[in-house]
């Protein structure tokens, strides 16, 4: 079946410093999309990507589907305590009812 | 900002109940989806619905079910709750089938 593989798993940072996560697939994605989970709370949506090659900012935020459609990147600027979370990516690979995955997830901590 | 709510917010039930985990969305989305989460973890697709009267599994099996008699109610019952059921349960919703998942804020559900 499709699978997403996230990296990293985990990232430990200083506060300020910049954070770079992606996700990578076998399989082409018509949709990426980037959440983030605090915890005890359901995932908010960050950036959404349907066009290879487009490139979204959030803020500090900035993500990019990829030219190929196997892949995606999130980075983070100048990052600060309330960073802090699980970060997911997921991808739509279409279909007539559209089919969601999810990567098993980025945990983020920021040391101030 | 996502209009989708889930009851209740934490739950601990003994073993061997009937429960019903609620979950509503004002948005008028007719794609809803059951995840189930482990602290931390990845999120896990037990139950979806394509619409009214439209319900399938997901790809974790799941001893829960559940029904879709109006487009805005997606509720999630599990009839004898045993230990292994604790953990988090996330509702979402979206519209097309490249739309964006919008999530509810989750039930803790604890079985003693």
């Known amino acids: 079946g499709q699978q997403l593989n996230q990296s990293p798993q985990s990232m430990f940072i200083q506060e300020g410093e910049d954070v770079s996560m992606n996700c990578t697939s076998s399989s082409i994605f018509n949709t990426w999309l980037w959440y983030k989970q605090d915890p005890g709370e359901g995932p908010v949506l960050l950036i959404a990507?349907?066009?290879?090659?487009e490139l979204t900012s959030n803020g500090r935020l900035t993500a990019q589907f990829g030219i190929t459609r196997k892949d995606s990147f999130l980075n983070i600027s100048a990052s600060i305590p309330s960073d802090v979370g699980i970060y997911f990516c997921a991808g739509n690979y279409g279909g007539s009812q559209g089919n969601l995955i999810f990567g098993k997830g980025t945990k983020l901590s920021v040391k101030p | 900002e996502a209009d989708i709510y889930q009851t209740p917010r934490y739950l601990v039930i003994g073993t061997g109940k009937k429960i019903t985990l609620e979950c509503s969305q004002t948005?008028?989305?007719?794609?809803m989806y059951w995840y189930q989460q482990d602290p931390g973890m990845e999120l896990h697709l037990i139950h979806y619905?394509?619409?009214?009267?439209?319900?399938e599994k997901g790809d974790l099996s799941s001893e829960s079910t559940v029904s879709r008699i109006r487009t805005e109610h997606f509720p999630l019952t599990l009839e004898s709750a045993r230990p292994s059921h604790t953990s988090q349960y996330l509702c979402a919703s979206r519209r097309g089938t490249d739309s964006p998942l919008h999530f509810g804020n989750g039930t803790r559900l604890t079985v003693t």
């Open positions: 948005m008028g989305h007719d794609k």
């Open positions: 990507l349907y066009k290879a090659g």
């Open positions: 619905s394509y619409g009214v009267n439209s319900t």
